[in-house]
């Protein structure tokens, strides 16, 4: 059996995610949590670190730039925040018992 954590996101609740689950040969279990876990989500969060460097308070009037602006972020200026990045980018998080 496979236990699958997920926020209460739409997404994860729609019908065609569920549809497909139980179609599945193995028994997979949905827990819905409330936004209780946002550190085990680490896209989330280097998307508001992201938020946080580059785009807070900025506006980018037309899609393209603000494309471009990210594309920079992540290819050089990322770069030159290393350590920032390894203090939030770790796997040291707390651990609940399920």
Not at 64 to 76: G, Y
Request: include cysteine.
């Amino acid at each position: 059996m496979i236990t699958l954590i997920c926020d209460n996101a739409m997404m994860n609740k729609s019908r065609k995610l569920l549809d497909y689950i139980k179609s599945q040969d193995i028994k997979i279990e949905i827990i819905y949590s409330a936004n209780i876990f946002p550190n085990l989500n680490l896209i989330g969060r280097l998307w508001r670190f992201t938020k946080k460097k580059l785009l807070s308070n900025k506006y980018c009037s037309k899609f393209m730039k603000f494309k471009a602006v990210l594309e920079d972020f992540f290819e050089i200026d990322l770069c030159k925040m290393k350590k920032e990045l390894k203090l939030l980018m770790n796997d040291k998080f707390q651990v609940f018992g399920l």
